[in-house]
């Protein structure tokens, strides 16, 4: 390992689902330590696994990343001096490396089949010892062992793995970590079907792409004593490991599906921000000295500090990245805002795909106002609903009772007698009309307003009116695919109703 050399981090995910925000927090933390020390993050797909791996989660993978603002210096796109950057693509490597293991007696020839395995395992754990391999294939030599393997018998290629002893490392957030080599066994490099197990491969690759730190999750510490005999066996120094510890729902369990959304994907279309995901990311086990809480990736690259990584459970938050989510959303621009907010109102039938300037120029306003307090964009269309649905016909049962009060009822009468005559209306309109409302009939404060609140949105809550009012005017004079109706048009409805 180059010890003084350059930083060298990598991310090295394997293709076979969405991102689990688990290892986008790897993804982050490695890209975060490589940025702030002007080092090199690569990006190893891991794609060993033939059956599970998919190039359509190579390719989402990728967009995932990118869509979080974190850029590779070397990666399957990129390119690098280490290349190539997928494993399915290194295979000549790695039956270079286990030749030479195999040629210097540090691995051999395993011919037990998965039923014997199977037996010994069973066996083991009846007499209450820990299944580890027996060690039945060692004095196969390899002369012998090719001839069998030239008769067509399959042969795994397994490491000599000392039997007494014990392998140490310190882990940079876990400290010293100790593992006793008895129960080690000796772990399969090279399947029979000529793919590398994860431990080989994966410690071909960081030496050849000269990675200094691995950062990774917690459920590869267990992996990293093979990793680091095999280090020794090829005689190279291992990197510097670190060990995040797993993401958890509030009841202690893996975070999964059962919690809400997982993946970065979910996340994405759920209209959470990226950078309100990265910040919350990093704080799934790290928090800065000072206790800030809304940071941008460059405060990030700038306060991260990997030596201040927890080694407990971090527990996700959803309220907690909600929070921050619209913390992020107050700081962006309201052209970006409705740009972000578009692909939902028009999935929602709100908004058509043409939008005209002038249309687009409403909605900014409209999603400005109505976005506040919003989580996350995918709840937008639930705020628009009160623009542009008006069911008087189906009020919620406070709506009705804030209606029926005998001084609503008063209220409502004065308010539809004097917008009658009128094709015009505005907030100044509506203003001069409550004035005389409350003169003539003495009824104030919310005892006025919520009824015509009702009257004018079919709900008992929302937006304050001089708000609502004039949104409402300017939207309905346009074309939409579902009818915007103004406020007169509404009153009208709403008397109709009124009557019945
Ligand atoms: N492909 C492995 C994983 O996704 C990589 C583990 C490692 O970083 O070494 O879990």
Known sequence: MEKNGRIRVRFAP???????????????????????????????????????????????????LRWLGLDWDEGPDAGG????????????????????????????????????????????????????????????????????????EAGAIRLRVPDEGSIQ?????????????????????????????????????????????????????SNTPRQIILYRALGWEPPVFAHLSMVMGKDNTRLSKRHGATSVDQFRREGILPEALCNYLAFLGWSPPEGQEVLTLEQLVRLFDLRRVSRSAAIFDYEKLYWLNRQHIKLLRYEKKLELALPYLQEAGYVGTEVTPEQREWLEKAVEILIEGVDKFSQLPGKFSLLFDYQPENLDAEARSIVQADSARKVLVAFI????????????????????????????????????????????????????????????????????????????????????
């Not at 280490?82 to 490396?97: A, N």
């Not at 310190?170 to 399947?191: A, C, H, N, S």
């Open 81 to 152: 001096n280490f290349g190539p950057y997928r494993q399915s693509e290194r295979l000549e490597l790695y039956h270079r490396y286990a030749n030479q293991l195999l040629e210097e007696g540090k691995a051999y020839y395993c011919f037990c089949t998965a039923e014997e395995l199977e037996k010994e395992r069973e066996a083991a754990l009846a007499e209450g010892r820990m299944p580890v391999y027996s060690g039945r294939c060692r004095n196969i030599s390899l002369k012998e062992a090719r001839l069998r393997l030239a008769a067509g």
């Open 14 to 64: 394997s293709p076979t689902g969405y991102i689990h925000v688990g290892n986008a927090r790897t993804a982050l933390f490695n890209w975060l330590f490589a940025r702030q020390n002007g080092g090199i993050f690569v990006l190893r797909v891991e794609d060993t696994d033939i059956e599970r791996s998919r190039e359509e989660y190579e390719r989402n993978l990728i967009q995932d």
């Open 417 to 500: 007698q004097k917008t009658a005559g009128l094709n015009e209306f505005n907030y100044e309109i509506f203003a001069a009309i409550t004035g005389e409302i409350k003169k003539e009939t003495g009824v104030k404060g919310k005892d006025l307003f919520h009824p015509l609140r009702v009257a004018l949105t079919a709900r008992a809550s929302g937006l304050e009116l001089d708000k609502f009012i004039p949104l409402v005017e300017e939207g309905s004079r346009f074309d939409w695919p579902r009818k915007l109706k103004n406020c007169l048009e509404r009153i009208r409805e709403f008397s109709r109703i009124l009557e019945a």
């Open 169 to 221: 490392f310190e882990d940079i957030v876990r400290g010293l970590v100790e593992f006793d080599l008895k129960l080690i066994g000796d772990p399969i490099i090279v399947r029979s079907n000529g793919m590398p197990a994860y431990n080989y491969a994966v410690v071909i690759d960081d030496a050849l792409m000269k990675i200094t730190h691995v950062i990774r999750g917690e459920d590869h510490v």
